[in-house]
């Protein structure tokens, strides 16, 4: 096995430069940064939950502004039918013909805001974007401009008129982030912000650059005792007796599929790549285990009745589960 990779200087500044452009902007939430750049350089696609006023539309306009990447912002309402979303044929009277009118999803930076308040047939107008990044309107196939990003928020206070997101849907969402309320410190420089002058981001990267460093990070090493270490994780949500954890068969209905092993190696070499390092680490997979595996569980009535959440179930499996010790011990061996 040959060494593993060294990311160069300048593809390590000019991601310093994409973050040191949107930290102009967005006070705090660096965790929240953090996985929005991870899923970015994956190629995956964010659902984020927190409560109104958290910088989530923000700090995606600011990154496409960052990236000179186009952006649009779809607001999800129980109204909205999917050609709203995909777009449509329209009868042109002067000509005589059809003409296709494309709809909001062809961006680099997908805001689908509240995206659990659209009926099934909206939502599941996003699953083809989603995995196959293209859209078949009227049996005419239109790939959508790449990079290629879907962010999801969803509002966790209220619960009236919406509609909970099919488990095929939510499968194909690389991460699930939690947003919480900035600290107090945070808060007091976003109200100073706020108030001063205007303050934008400059372009510092073009959406070619964006592809070039989403091919570089696919060359970042990870070791075959990482992959089995994620196999044996996703898989001990599905059979907790195979792996010593039979006390948390009656708590789960259903573990996570193979795209949470996928989605947890991909990431993990994503973080390693924006850390600078050439290979993942086990810490890199500690990290993000929580974001990539929440919204894959499928908790039973015993678990709800219980108020055990999934994160709490993925914190007994990592703790019966821990991490490897030395995984590249065989390259030196």
């Given at each position: 096995?040959?060494?593993?990779?060294?990311i160069?200087?300048e593809?390590?500044?000019?991601?310093?430069?994409?973050?040191?452009?949107?930290?102009?902007?967005?006070?705090?939430?660096?965790?929240f940064?953090?996985?929005?750049?991870?899923?970015?350089?994956?190629?995956?696609?964010?659902?984020?939950?927190?409560?109104?006023?958290?910088?989530?539309?923000?700090?995606?306009?600011?990154?496409?502004?960052?990236?000179?990447?186009?952006y649009k912002?779809?607001?999800?309402?129980?109204?909205?039918?999917?050609a709203?979303?995909?777009?449509?044929?329209?009868?042109?009277?002067?000509?005589?013909?059809?003409?296709?009118?494309?709809?909001?999803v062809f961006?680099?930076?997908?805001?689908?805001?509240?995206?659990?308040?659209?009926?099934?047939?909206v939502?599941?107008?996003?699953?083809?974007?989603?995995?196959?990044?293209?859209v078949?309107?009227?049996?005419?196939?239109?790939?959508?401009?790449?990079?290629?990003?879907?962010?999801?928020?969803?509002?966790?206070?209220?619960?009236?008129?919406?509609?909970?997101?099919?488990?095929?849907?939510?499968?194909r969402?690389?991460?699930?982030?939690?947003?919480?309320?900035?600290?107090?410190?945070?808060?007091?420089?976003?109200?100073?912000?706020?108030i001063?002058p205007?303050?934008a981001?400059?372009p510092?990267?073009?959406?070619?650059?964006?592809?070039?460093l989403?091919?570089?990070?696919?060359?970042?090493?990870?070791?075959?005792?990482?992959?089995?270490?994620?196999?044996?994780?996703?898989?001990?949500?599905?059979?907790?007796?195979?792996?010593?954890?039979?006390?948390l068969?009656?708590?789960?209905?259903?573990?996570?599929?193979?795209?949470?092993?996928?989605?947890?190696?991909?990431?993990?070499?994503?973080?390693?790549?924006m850390?600078?390092?050439?290979?993942?680490?086990?810490?890199?997979?500690?990290?993000?285990?929580?974001?990539?595996?929440?919204?894959?569980?499928?908790?039973?009535?015993e678990?709800?009745?219980?108020?055990?959440?999934?994160?709490?179930?993925?914190?007994?499996?990592?703790a019966?589960?821990?991490?490897?010790?030395?995984?590249?011990q065989?390259?030196?061996?």
């Amino acid at each position: 096995m040959s060494n593993p990779p060294v990311i160069p200087a300048e593809t390590a500044q000019l991601m310093e430069r994409i973050l040191y452009e949107v930290k102009r902007v967005v006070v705090g939430q660096d965790r929240f940064l953090e996985r929005v750049m991870v899923a970015l350089l994956a190629q995956g696609h964010l659902l984020v939950e927190g409560v109104p006023g958290l910088a989530k539309t923000l700090t995606v306009r600011t990154l496409a502004a960052t990236l000179r990447g186009s952006y649009k912002r779809i607001q999800f309402t129980p109204d909205l039918v999917p050609a709203d979303l995909v777009g449509t044929r329209i009868y042109n009277q002067k000509t005589g013909e059809f003409g296709t009118t494309l709809g909001p999803v062809f961006a680099n930076l997908l805001l689908a805001d509240e995206i659990n308040r659209a009926p099934a047939k909206v939502q599941s107008a996003l699953l083809e974007v989603m995995q196959e990044r293209q859209v078949t309107i009227a049996g005419e196939t239109h790939k959508v401009p790449m990079p290629f990003i879907v962010m999801a928020t969803q509002n966790p206070i209220e619960t009236e008129g919406t509609y909970p997101l099919p488990e095929a849907q939510v499968d194909r969402f690389m991460m699930k982030v939690l947003v919480d309320y900035p600290s107090d410190e945070e808060e007091f420089v976003i109200v100073e912000r706020v108030i001063g002058p205007p303050l934008a981001a400059a372009p510092v990267a073009s959406t070619s650059q964006l592809a070039e460093l989403q091919q570089a990070c696919r060359q970042v090493y990870v070791d075959p005792s990482l992959i089995q270490y994620a196999v044996k994780l996703v898989g001990a949500t599905r059979r907790p007796d195979k792996h010593g954890l039979a006390e948390l068969g009656k708590y789960l209905s259903y573990g996570a599929s193979p795209r949470a092993s996928i989605a947890l190696v991909e990431a993990a070499r994503a973080l390693a790549f924006m850390r600078g390092r050439g290979y993942v680490l086990p810490e890199d997979l500690g990290d993000l285990a929580p974001d990539c595996l929440r919204h894959r569980l499928v908790l039973s009535y015993e678990a709800l009745a219980e108020g055990l959440t999934a994160d709490a179930l993925i914190a007994k499996v990592m703790a019966r589960l821990p991490l490897p010790d030395k995984p590249m011990q065989h390259q030196t061996a």
